[in-house]
């Protein structure tokens, strides 16, 4: 369960200010058309998508988010109407309020991370085979080495997709400290939150992840068996592969991604099967600024 879509609502715009006893009171709201994927998602989940309390509004610096409140549409069970009131008390065009640590910006750091793995594609990303265009069946063993970013951000609460993105990798493409990442190239391998503190009187928790990078986190399996598909009397059966000479085959042979046997593999002609082993969902909704 999570936010597929935010929007902001251009008529949903309005402001104004005054004098007060404490001093000039402005104020200003904005409405964004939220769509979750699921009838069940409630407005936890659709106020993380939108920024917390705290957050400086992003033209008008002495203004910050005081209030948030989601209301479900009427139109559909998906759709929700998030409303963002932006004011500051005693502080006037030009000044800064008192900053929330929810408004202070995500901590990133870099490292690289090595490992030992068994490699079945070249660079090119053609199969490793050796002259006679035999695979090599555990691969070829390298050393690895991928990004791992480690975020860090303060939160308001415990977020509700904790559970759901345990493992995941990213369903779309996103930003991560000024670079774009496509799909699927990103896993979250870790998650931890701390205790509770207060600052500016805004209590609020402090959220760590782990993000490591690769090329994809779908796998990418070569296409290889025992036994192939072959047609007999008009019906497709499953028959022991055979070698060059006709006998069977005791180790496995390269299949073509549908079942049969090539007949001939070559480095360029091997299949790689995708299998999709972790949750895919979009990474734009986790606390990354």
């Known amino acids: 369960m999570s936010v597929v879509s935010v929007k902001e609502i251009n008529d949903g715009r309005d402001g104004g200010d005054g004098f007060t006893?404490?001093?000039?009171?402005?104020?200003?709201?904005?409405?964004?058309?939220?769509?979750?994927?699921?009838?069940?998602?409630?407005?936890?989940?659709?106020?993380?998508?939108?920024?917390?309390?705290?957050?400086?509004?992003?033209?008008?610096?002495?203004?910050?988010?005081?209030?948030?409140?989601?209301?479900?549409?009427?139109?559909?069970?998906?759709?929700?109407?998030?409303?963002?009131?932006?004011?500051?008390?005693?502080?006037?065009?030009?000044?800064?309020?008192?900053?929330?640590?929810?408004?202070?910006p995500a901590d990133v750091t870099w490292q690289t991370e090595y490992s030992q793995e068994n490699a079945y594609k070249d660079?090119?990303?053609?199969?490793?085979?050796?002259?006679?265009?035999?695979?090599?069946?555990d691969g070829v063993p390298v050393d690895a080495a991928r990004w791992?970013?480690?975020?860090?951000?303060?939160?308001?609460?415990?977020?509700?997709w904790i559970d759901a993105y345990k493992d995941a990798i990213n369903s779309d493409g996103f930003w991560l400290d000024g670079r774009s990442f496509a799909a699927y190239t990103a896993k979250l391998s870790g998650i931890s939150i701390g205790t509770w503190n207060i600052q500016n009187g805004v209590w609020?928790?402090?959220?760590?992840?782990?993000?490591k990078f690769k090329n994809s986190w779908r796998f990418s399996i070569l296409d290889q068996g025992l036994r192939r598909e072959v047609v007999r009397d008009g019906e497709y059966v499953m028959e022991r592969c055979i070698n060059g000479d006709g006998t069977e085959v005791t180790k496995p042979a390269?299949?073509?991604?549908?079942?049969?046997?090539?007949?001939?593999?070559?480095?360029?002609?091997?299949?790689?099967?995708?299998?999709?082993?972790?949750p895919e969902l979009p990474f734009s909704i986790l606390p990354l600024y």
């Open 148 to 160: 791992v970013a480690s975020i860090t951000k303060n939160v308001p609460y415990v977020p509700s």
């Open 254 to 278: 390269l299949l073509n991604g549908i079942g049969y046997q090539l007949a001939s593999p070559t480095p360029e002609t091997a299949v790689f099967n995708g299998h999709n082993i972790y």
């Open 21 to 104: 006893q404490e001093g000039v009171s402005s104020e200003i709201t904005r409405q964004f058309r939220v769509i979750t994927n699921s009838a069940y998602d409630g407005a936890d989940t659709v106020l993380q998508s939108c920024d917390n309390v705290g957050v400086v509004h992003p033209s008008a610096s002495w203004l910050c988010v005081k209030k948030r409140r989601a209301r479900a549409d009427s139109k559909s069970k998906l759709i929700w109407i998030a409303t963002l009131s932006y004011s500051s008390i005693g502080a006037s065009p030009g000044s800064s309020p008192s900053i929330s640590p929810l408004a202070s």
């Open 204 to 211: 609020f928790r402090q959220i760590s992840m782990t993000i």
């Open 123 to 137: 660079k090119d990303g053609n199969a490793v085979m050796n002259s006679a265009c035999d695979y090599y069946e």
